[in-house]
């Protein structure tokens, strides 16, 4: 890897990123945990929102985890809003380990290390925040740079300890150079994010070209890495929205380790599961949604029926899936009286 040339074309060539002009480690690791799995574009309008609510740890730990999550509304992977403030609440203990603030070189001898301790903090996350806030040289090996390893090594199915192990090789080599260990993770995973990407890679806008194996590769680099076979699993539900006379609809919330934890939504039952035939008798069939997330094929029937009192969902933390479900349901409540109406 030719350190001098991609740490050049990252100084000329990085996306203006917002958390690219911080070196704080909250704002930083805010960041690093909304982009595990929201794209950039989405993100930096909730790294902003949550920021603009939550400016320090502590602040999101004196918050209500329902405030979080509804502002974490439609980023998606939930589990991720929890565990961030799980964290929060950890590190602001007053009679906890970390006296009110993120590891730092200055209260951890071994900050990668220190991060994984918290809660949701993985090998990638805590490198990341070590690396772009303390200049700490551990090297990052997410998705990104997997696949600038793979191509550069000509790999086809690279081990998470080959990636790491060289990323950290390169992560050295860079440092002994006096590149900051913030720009040099970065640099990595800006060009996998921008230049050598998963389908049409620029090969001949990319600064280290000359040392990839795949580029004149016989497969071309887009075979690098093998892509990994997925198995999607379908899963057949009932949704029971019960309504009230405003048109509101009854909500739960979700325990915290169920799926759409700490949300609120229906009541859903297994479609062939027990009770489900009678629960439905009660109510009216309204139709069909179709949910797909990462390995998983949500269908849904959904089933409308009548409740005293019911909330506001625009007040509730929901999931994208309950804002379908509930739209349907509640359009399919207000049909009778439309057509009623027109009757009339």
């Not at 004196?62 to 998606?76: I, N, T």
């Not at 009110?100 to 900050?111: F, H, K, N, Q």
């Not at 949704?239 to 759409?260: N, Y």
């Amino acid at each position: 890897m030719n350190v001098e040339a991609l740490a050049r074309w990252y100084a000329d060539e990085a996306r203006d990123l917002p958390w690219r002009a911080t070196s704080d480690p909250w704002s930083i690791l805010l960041s690093e945990v909304l982009l595990q799995q929201t794209q950039v574009a989405r993100g930096i309008a909730y790294w902003r929102r949550l920021l603009e609510r939550f400016p320090t740890v502590t602040s999101m730990a004196e918050a209500d985890l329902d405030e979080v999550m509804h502002l974490w509304q439609g980023a998606g992977y939930y589990a991720r809003g929890r565990r961030l403030h799980a964290l929060a609440v950890e590190v602001s203990d007053p009679e906890g380990p970390w006296n009110g603030a993120l590891p730092s070189p200055s209260t951890s001898e071994d900050v990668v290390a220190a991060f994984q301790q918290l809660p949701g903090i993985g090998p990638y996350t805590a490198a990341a925040v070590a690396s772009i806030a303390h200049e700490v040289p551990a090297a990052v090996a997410d998705g990104n740079v997997r696949r600038v390893v793979a191509r550069q090594t000509a790999t086809l199915q690279p081990t998470t300890a080959d990636v790491t192990s060289l990323a950290q090789a390169w992560m050295d080599d860079a440092h002994g150079r006096n590149v900051a260990p913030s720009a040099w993770n970065q640099a990595v995973m800006e060009l996998g994010a921008t230049v050598c990407t998963p389908r049409a890679p620029r090969c001949s806008d990319c600064p280290v070209q000359q040392d990839c194996l795949a580029r004149d590769h016989a497969s071309g680099p887009t075979a690098f890495p093998a892509p990994a076979k997925r198995r999607v699993i379908t899963e057949r539900l009932v949704a029971l929205v019960d309504v009230d006379a405003q048109g509101r609809p009854h909500l739960i919330q979700r325990p915290s380790e169920a799926r759409f934890g700490g949300l609120w939504g229906p009541h859903y039952l297994d479609a062939d599961g027990s009770g489900v035939t009678d629960e439905c008798e009660r109510r009216s069939k309204a139709g069909e949604v179709v949910h797909l997330l990462s390995h998983r094929r949500l269908e849904v029937e959904v089933w409308v029926g009548q409740v005293e009192h019911g909330v506001d969902p625009a007040s509730k933390a929901i999931s994208t899936l309950d804002e379908r479900v509930l739209e349907l349901a509640i359009g399919a409540w207000h049909r009778p009286f439309v057509e009623s109406a027109k009757e009339d």
